[in-house]
């Protein structure tokens, strides 16, 4: 598995391109902003990408998802509770052809990788965290020492810290690919982070 990370617009949301190396597809998971480079990434290593995957639906995830799949033709997963921003106008998914809901056990196949779905609310109502062998995709959820913001629509910190907790409960070490800021790893952020330890002692 190679994982492309891509900070991306304003916010330098991480996008990441998730490549099975033996096949050379690939998934695109929060694609916030800059579509013109994340497809440049695509072609110039000849990959084949089979789908779009939102951790949640807010703006700075989501901006450049209508530029790749037009230009690709991807399915978009996201979870229902979300709603898909494009920048300009919000979109609800039920009204796009392309788009397929997950949710909590869902898997997702891109060559031989298999993304696992939980649900992790918290940051939204709607946010998930991708497991894929020794990796995680924690969105805004799970970030290097510290965890998503919860003032905004559809928050709750209560539903975050238990989000935390199972993510945490999660057997073994895995990498952690946040939606902003530097990966990590379980391990560290069972220890070290003050959200994860305050999830765990409650």
Known sequence: MLVKAMPVGQLSTNC?????????????????????????????NSLRPVCIMLTHGHFDHTTAVAVIQAEKDLPVYINKKDVLETGHASLKYSAQPFVRYYGEGDEIEVGSLV???????????????????????????????????TDFEGGDMGKMLASLRRIAALEGDYEVFPGHADATSL????????YMREALEG
């Open 16 to 44: 990441y391109v998730v490549t099975d190396e033996n096949t050379l597809e690939c998934a695109v998971i929060d694609p916030g902003a800059e579509s013109g480079r994340i497809l440049n990434y695509i072609e110039e």
């Open 115 to 149: 993304f696992r779905v939980m649900e992790t609310p918290g940051h939204s109502e709607g946010s998930v965290t991708l497991v894929c062998e020794d990796a995680i995709f924690s969105g805004d959820t799970l970030f290097r020492g510290s965890c998503g913001r």
């Open 187 to 194: 391990d560290r952020e069972r220890r070290f982070n003050p």
